[in-house]
């Protein structure tokens, strides 16, 4: 495809490609924003150390509208995860910038096609480029980001709390409680550090908050299989609804095995970037629900396609985030919004509502108990609060 640049298409297709481009909609230019927000507490998974906040890039598309697009990803760097703020803005800045810039919001799928072509399975930073052009899509016809999606399909989506791993059971259970107070009735419970604890947690929850909660337990790929087997042995009188990515990502055999021995469903996570892990997943029979998280799979439309091909396989939704900043939450509610299938109660609200200490929106995201309300402004209908940007702003090592 040498003729291919800036997305025009080969004059033999005797397309004049340029007939439908929007002047308005041309991105202009591309502005990155490192920043770290802290998290409200210790927060702990199963690998690496407690840390205190999480790396997320913010970036904005201007537009010769003078409209800005906004996007978000997070340097997560655990399992499925390997970029860096300052990789993902090299990224963008050094292999993006060049097939983005001159081009119109509304040629995202040719501009994602390109960036798939430029550096290979770079979702992490393809995220915030596609939801920023689903934003600005939105903002330039003046529609909501969900009627880009598909229309609103339900009024308002509800979502799940995730509990990190805390060595006070009581605490642990107190947090949940007050979180099934509030409204929530859906949570996983991380676990895979110390596999007879992690039972405690799991059953002390199910026994803390009875069967008006769903309960799951996320592994965080923390287990072999042999400590998963140990750790399924200990919680499969209980009634939870999916055990999450208990094995690394690239042990679809493992948890096919755990699948096909216990009654409680596995759920796939780090091991679902792409389209074809997650036929893999369905292939091998390794999960029969999956969470998708909008920076992990390269933003909102992507995760419909994953989605699209997921329920077709019969497997049930887990719409979810890295904790990170509300752009990413509102990204995966318009999605949601728009989904008109049944869709699990997940974590896709992980940063604010639960995990982080600070937001960079000038209003919050409206949510009345576990429901949270995409609004009706334009695209994903948020606005970043600039001082907040600012004072949380990070250099790039
Ligand atoms: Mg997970």
Redesign the pocket.
């Known amino acids: 495809m040498s003729d291919k640049k800036h997305g025009s298409l080969p004059a033999a297709d005797g397309v004049r490609r340029a007939s439908h481009h929007r002047i308005d909609a041309e991105i202009s230019r591309i502005e990155t924003i490192p920043i770290r927000l802290p998290f409200k507490g210790d927060f702990k998974?199963a690998s690496g150390g407690v840390r205190l906040g999480i790396d997320i890039l913010i970036v904005r598309l201007h537009s010769r509208s003078g409209l800005v697009g906004i996007g978000e990803t997070q340097a997560w760097l655990r399992q499925g995860s390997r970029e860096t703020l300052a990789s993902l803005n090299s990224i963008i800045h050094g292999h993006f910038a060049a097939r983005v810039i001159g081009r119109s919001a509304f040629d995202a799928a040719a501009i994602l096609s390109d960036l798939e072509e430029a550096v290979w399975h770079s979702n992490y930073a393809i995220a915030p480029i596609a939801d920023a052009m689903l934003d600005l899509q939105g903002k330039i016809l003046g529609v909501p980001a969900y009627e880009l999606l598909g229309g609103r399909a339900r009024e308002s989506v509800a979502v799940g709390i995730?509990l990190g791993i805390k060595k006070d059971l009581g605490a642990l259970v107190a947090e949940a409680r007050s979180r099934f107070e509030e409204g929530f009735t859906s949570f996983?419970v991380?676990v895979g550090e110390d596999l007879v604890r992690d039972a405690e947690a799991v059953r002390a929850l199910c026994e803390g908050l009875g069967e008006a909660a769903t309960i799951r337990a996320?592994?965080?790929?923390g287990m072999d299989l042999a400590a998963a087997m140990k750790f399924m042995n200990r919680v499969k009188d209980l009634p939870l609804d999916a055990i999450?990515?208990p094995l690394p990502p690239w042990d679809l055999d493992g948890m096919a095995e755990l699948a096909l021995r216990y009654d409680i469903p596995m759920?796939a996570?780090?091991c679902v970037s792409a389209p074809e892990d997650l036929l893999a997943v369905i292939r091998k029979r390794a999960a029969s629900v999956f969470?998708t998280?909008i920076a992990k799979n390269g933003g909102a439309w992507r995760c419909k396609a994953l989605w699209e091909i997921g329920s077709a396989a019969g497997l049930r939704i887990f719409p979810?985030n890295h904790p990170g900043a509300s752009v990413v939450t509102a990204a995966a509610l318009h999605l949601a919004t728009a989904w008109p299938g049944p869709l699990l109660e997940g974590?896709m609200a992980v940063g604010v509502n639960e995990i982080l200490a600070e937001d960079v929106l000038t209003e919050p995201i409206r949510r009345v108990g576990k429901h949270m309300h995409a609004g009706d402004g334009p695209g994903l209908g948020i606005e970043l609060d600039e001082e907040k940007l600012q004072r949380f702003r990070v250099d790039l090592v």
């Open positions: 998974i995730t996983t991380k996320d592994g965080n790929s999450e990515q759920m996570d780090e969470q998280k979810g974590p």
